[in-house]
């Protein structure tokens, strides 16, 4: 391991010494003889919340929205999402989730009632996106639904009902109440969330107590006509290991999976989180070591998870995650409105990176949010016929998609690392590997160099390439992010910096870039 400096130094030495060092170089050796699990397409996964503009202008605008859209959702949307291969979306929230009465979106649309959204900016929703509009939706795009059920102010018989509703084929009163609203056949639905957040905005409980109203919740959410439930329990926050402990315990085999939350945010003293856009290099390098820090959340949740499940029953769902920075000027500071740069395509692509090793346990990540919240895939306005931006994540998405099912290929990464703020370390490459379904290897790379181009030596005992192509995600700075006026500053282009000599591959990846190749022999 070669460390350009050691922690004391701080970020102002990092700085003066990588600009004053050649460029960088580093080793990536592949192990295709050691194949490892499958990579779970729902790693992938995305989540859409009743919060800001992710529903309402972002996914949904109503059939007489002047923007053009299919059946009332976003035609622009619907297209860029539908590119992207979307595995699995995870709704209503969040913290709406537990607010959220089901039956108020049901119906005819002009007999909903309204609500308040007193999680997010007090907003006043009509209820007129419900569980038809968001199952449709996920037939639409193709994906599995993910369905977070109320348990911090809703009853049993509301989610069980819930259920049934969505799911029962029989002549039941709520598969009857749903055919009187138009839908004949049930939808299928396996994964159920059994409440968000339970420690904190789905009902301030202790683990002993959740575990407890967990037990009571799941037993009456019943499987009909074939539809096979995978019940979520509400996990842990990033580093209240008790929390999966106490867990694992009382609620064991009840359920399929906990769940866990990280973001990669450090609060200033004042609660700011940092402008998303406008940030120091200092800043750039803390933010990319604490998204590596979720290696270790995740190492250790898995460790409890080992221990209290040793035949691996029990996965673990990431079912949120990414960047989270101070709101865009302007914006409603409950909506969670923020840009998206390279900064955060990198946390992107660095995560999954790290999600990929731990597969064995980990079965789903979704992040949040996938439209105007957080870091999302897209951004969109509503002037006029509508506008939409492609984020610097969504083209991340989309050059891993390669990787989705894929077996997972284990490599070892010789390379710099720096010290950043906050006593982490900051490997400068990051890189995952696998083996499509045809045999196909893929590699993703990442250069989190701020400032450097580094050369990659690849190393793949047992394969002579002859091609490698594929494409490169880079801006000319590490905030360079994608504009309504400017849509297209950071977007995928073919790579063209890698050398084939005598079947041995050297990649050339400039300052913050991110590629993924396919490597042929
Ligand atoms: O994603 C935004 C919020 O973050 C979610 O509603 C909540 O679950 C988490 O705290």
Redesign the pocket.
């Known amino acids: 391991m070669k460390t350009l400096l050691k922690p004391i130094l701080g970020i102002s030495m990092l700085a003066v010494s990588l600009s004053a060092s050649a460029q960088l170089s580093s080793t990536v050796t592949v192990d295709l003889a050691n194949e490892g699990n499958l990579i779970p397409k729902e790693i992938y996964g995305q989540?859409s919340?009743h919060?800001g503009q992710c529903i309402y202008g972002g996914l949904w605008v109503g059939e007489n929205s002047q923007i053009p859209n299919e059946k009332g959702y976003r035609k622009d949307v619907l297209q860029a999402l539908k590119d992207l291969h979307v595995p699995v979306l995870r709704w209503p929230?969040?913290?709406?989730a537990d607010e959220y009465h089901w039956m108020d979106g049901i119906g005819p649309k002009e007999k909903r009632p309204t609500m308040v959204n007193n999680?997010w900016g007090g907003t006043v929703e009509d209820n007129s996106f419900g569980t038809h509009e968001f199952l449709n939706l996920c037939e639409m795009l193709g994906c599995e639904p993910y369905i977070s059920g109320n348990v911090g102010s809703g009853t049993v018989e509301e989610l069980a009902k819930w259920v049934e509703y969505m799911t029962s084929d029989g002549n039941s009163p709520m598969a009857n109440l749903r055919r009187q609203n138009g839908r004949e056949k049930p939808w299928k639905v396996k994964f159920l969330g059994v409440g968000?957040?339970s420690w904190?905005?789905g009902g301030s409980m202790r683990p002993e107590y959740y575990s407890d109203l967990y037990r009571r919740y799941s037993t009456y959410c019943r499987e009909y006509d074939g539809n096979k439930l995978y019940k979520v329990a509400s996990g842990a926050s990033d580093y209240d290991y008790n929390w999966t402990r106490v867990c694992m315990k009382a609620i064991g085999n009840r359920m399929n999976a906990i769940s866990l939350?990280y973001y990669s945010v450090i609060n200033g003293w004042d609660g700011s989180k940092g402008s998303a856009t406008d940030f120091t290099t200092a800043e750039y390098l803390r933010t990319l070591s604490k998204c590596r820090e979720v290696e270790e959340v995740i190492q250790k949740h898995i460790a409890i998870m080992d221990e209290l499940d040793p035949k691996n029953h029990i996965d673990l769902l990431l079912d949120?995650w990414g960047t989270w920075w101070d709101v865009a000027e302007g914006t409603n500071p409950g909506w969670?409105f923020q840009q998206n740069t390279m900064r955060d395509a990198l946390v992107a692509s660095l995560s999954f990176d790290i999600f990929h090793k731990y597969t064995r346990r980990l079965k789903m990540a979704n992040i949040?949010?996938i439209v105007n919240?957080?870091q999302s895939m897209i951004l969109t306005d509503q002037k006029g016929q509508g506008h939409m931006v492609l984020t610097p994540t969504y083209h991340v998405f989309k050059m891993y998609n390669v990787h989705q099912d894929a077996t997972f290929i284990p490599l070892d990464i010789q390379c710099d690392k720096v010290s950043t703020e906050g006593n982490r370390t900051l490997p400068m490459l990051s890189a995952t590997a696998s083996k499509d379904k045809n045999g196909i290897l893929h590699l993703s790379v990442t250069n989190t160099a701020p400032d450097k181009t580094q050369t990659v030596k690849l190393n793949i005992p047992g394969l002579k390439a002859k091609t490698v192509t594929g494409e490169i995600l880079n801006g000319k700075f590490m905030g360079s992010y994608n504009t309504f006026e400017n849509p297209d500053d950071v977007k995928p282009v073919p790579f063209n910096g890698a050398k084939i000599k005598k079947g041995e591959v050297e990649l050339t990846l400039p300052a913050h870039s991110i590629v993924t190749i396919e490597v042929k022999p």
Not at 93 to 96: K, L, Q, S
Request: aromatic share 10%; charged share 15%.
């Open positions: 989540f919340e919060l929230g969040g913290c709406f999680n968000n957040e904190g905005c939350h949120e969670l949040a949010q919240v957080l």
